[in-house]
């Protein structure tokens, strides 16, 4: 069973910056897309952002487009989301994911959680002052 280990939560003021990560149990970036979630409170749990494994390209929600970067390091088996000019509609639960490769293109369409073949235990991030 492949483990995904997320950390780097925390609590942030409006405008600051905060960088998650996640460690993989194994080598998996060369074998799966990995793609970053979130849910807040009483709302369902949303996909933000995403990275390929084989051409490492990525993708990102409206919400967090030119705030948060997606990057991994195949080395470390860790995927990183840094996440800069936080506001407070960003306080969530933030999980990694990872995606068979062979059904990326298919969860970029439809960007379903139903296409996630492992997740993470998830880290809180809150944005207040």
């Known amino acids: 069973q492949l483990q995904l280990v997320e950390s780097g939560g925390g609590l942030a003021q409006p405008g600051e910056s905060l960088t998650l990560s996640c460690t993989f149990s194994r080598s998996t970036l060369d074998y799966y897309a990995t793609a970053w979630f979130r849910q807040a409170p009483g709302k369902e749990r949303e996909v933000i952002s995403g990275i390929s494994r084989s051409d490492g390209s990525t993708f990102y929600s409206d919400s967090v487009k030119g705030r948060f970067t997606i990057s991994r390091d195949h080395g470390k088996n860790t995927v990183y989301l840094q996440m800069n000019s936080l506001k407070p509609e960003d306080t969530a639960v933030y999980y990694c994911?990872?995606?068979?490769?062979?059904?990326?293109?298919?969860?970029?369409?439809?960007?379903?959680?139903?296409?996630?073949?492992?997740w993470g235990q998830g880290t809180q991030v809150t944005v207040s002052s």
């Open positions: 994911a990872t995606i068979r490769q062979s059904t990326w293109y298919q969860f970029l369409t439809e960007k379903s959680p139903t296409l996630v073949t492992s």
